[in-house]
């Protein structure tokens, strides 16, 4: 099973850019789809993002689609949310994801099934 170590959270202006890394540690990606969540207070958790390790499949929550970009290390065994154009409402808890089975169908489940493996989370605060 796959652990994942969050970092890049922070304090940031709003309308800048912040990009957040998510490591895999005691084994890769490999086979995986990993994507990221969001939860701001008082709210339910959101899907952001995700990225099929293997086949490269990615997939945007419309809310964000534009504005951020998941991507992948393969050297480094590291995925990233890129984050443009902050806003205030980004404002949230984000938590990167795994589970197995880098295909289509488990791709578009993602968002609502129950996942192997969560991060820590990373807050980022956006002031206005």
């Known amino acids: 099973q796959v652990q994942l170590v969050e970092s890049g959270g922070g304090l940031v202006q709003a309308g800048g850019s912040l990009r957040l890394s998510c490591a895999a540690s005691?084994?890769?990606?490999?086979?995986?789809?990993t994507g990221w969540f969001r939860q701001a207070p008082g709210k339910e958790r959101e899907f952001l993002a995700l990225?099929?390790?293997?086949?490269?499949?990615?997939s945007y929550a419309p809310s964000v689609k534009g504005r951020f970009t998941i991507s992948r290390d393969f050297a480094k065994g590291t995925m990233y949310l890129q984050i443009n154009s902050l806003k205030p409402e980004d404002t949230a808890v984000y938590y990167c994801?795994?589970?197995?089975?880098?295909?289509?169908?488990?791709?578009?489940?993602?968002?609502?099934?129950?996942?192997?493996?969560w991060g820590q989370g990373t807050l980022v605060t956006v002031s206005s």
């Open positions: 005691g084994r890769t990606f490999s086979n995986y789809i």
């Open positions: 990225l099929g390790w293997n086949s490269g499949i990615t």
């Open positions: 994801a795994a589970d197995p089975g880098d295909s289509g169908s488990r791709a578009s489940s993602f968002s609502y099934r129950n996942l192997e493996a």
